[in-house]
């Protein structure tokens, strides 16, 4: 007889190497708990979670550069963004956007290969077209391709800052120039690097002149419980285009995607931030960025081949024999496109759980 869902255990996140998602952080788990029951969907009938939605917005808006580049912080930032439930929605969201603001009636998206799947998933729901364009010998967006790639349909580019199969942040500057030249948008996703990029000495966020909206999930690196994105935008304009009547609510619009909406996301969120912002994240920041550097050359001393980390995500070459090996010997692993095992150092990979990883390597070599 199978347990009921009230005696199972969720899976322990001792053996997961592969995921961009963690143990919330205590106090993000309580307020996750308390506010369960609050849908920020009607703004106007859960008050008290909408407060928290206007502390999470100006949150991320600190994180991202939001609150400098327009001169505003804190509850008047809201107009500026919401909380999603994650960088699916969020990138999604940003391309709809696009498309709502564009001149043409063949918007194009233009973004590099290493962009998250969510921006196939918005083009095939949005029916818009998605030029994908190669990335250069390291894996970041190739600026003369995305160039050569922009004509009068071009409705959006889409910079990744933190790519989910290497960590890559893409020269987001440069994007930003061309977009500006060429009058188009441009989104930033950093659903899963957002965290780290405050701390890594990257031009990334809304400090660079040109970014429109970018993506940031508070339920990755941010520890808040899922679901808990964040997507903004510097211009509100951005959001308004998203906005569509809720007449029998009593709120008389909204912008987001989903409706109704998880109020444990936003109070989390909230939670995470306030206990970890900057401090807490720095720490996190320069300990997976040692560990995952550490892990790489005990790699390399194995004489396997690493994919240099830039953010704190290892990938490296396994043969498919032994990855599937240490898979069966409980390990969560995944592999990029390319066929490399990848290892995400998030905040619940330890060196003792990478160490024991390696004894297994070596066992199975």
Known sequence: MQPSAAERRPQSFDRVLSSMCTEPHPAARR??????????????????????????????????GLGDAVGTAGSEITEHGYVTSGGTESNIQAVRSSRERADGDDPAIIAPESAHFSFHKAASVLDVELRTVPTDGDGRADVDAVAAALDAD???????????????????????DLAVDAGVPLHVDAAWGGFHLPFSGHDWG????????????????????VPAGGLLARDPAALDALAVDTPYLETASQASLTGT?????????V??????????????????????????????GRGIDVVDPELPLVAFDLPRATFEAVRE???RLSRTGAGEARVVVMPHVTRGSLTAVLDDLDDLR
């Open 271 to 300: 939670a995470a931030t306030d206990a970890l912002w900057p401090d807490g994240y720095r720490r996190e920041h320069e300990r997976a960025s040692e560990l995952a550097a550490w892990f790489a050359d005990e790699l390399r």
């Open 206 to 225: 809304f400090a660079v002149d040109g970014v429109d909206t970018v993506t940031i999930d508070p339920h990755k690196v941010g520890r808040a419980a």
């Open 329 to 331: 010997r409980g390990w």
């Open 261 to 269: 909406r998880s109020g444990a996301g936003v109070a989390s969120a």
């Open 31 to 64: 307020a996750a708990e308390r506010f369960l029951a609050s849908n920020p969907g009607d703004p106007a009938t859960y008050g008290t979670i909408v407060e928290l939605e206007r502390e999470a917005v100006g949150a991320l808006a600190e994180i991202t």
């Open 154 to 176: 071009a409705a959006l580019i889409v910079a990744v800052a933190g790519s989910t199969e290497y960590g890559r942040v893409d020269p987001i500057p440069a994007l930003a």
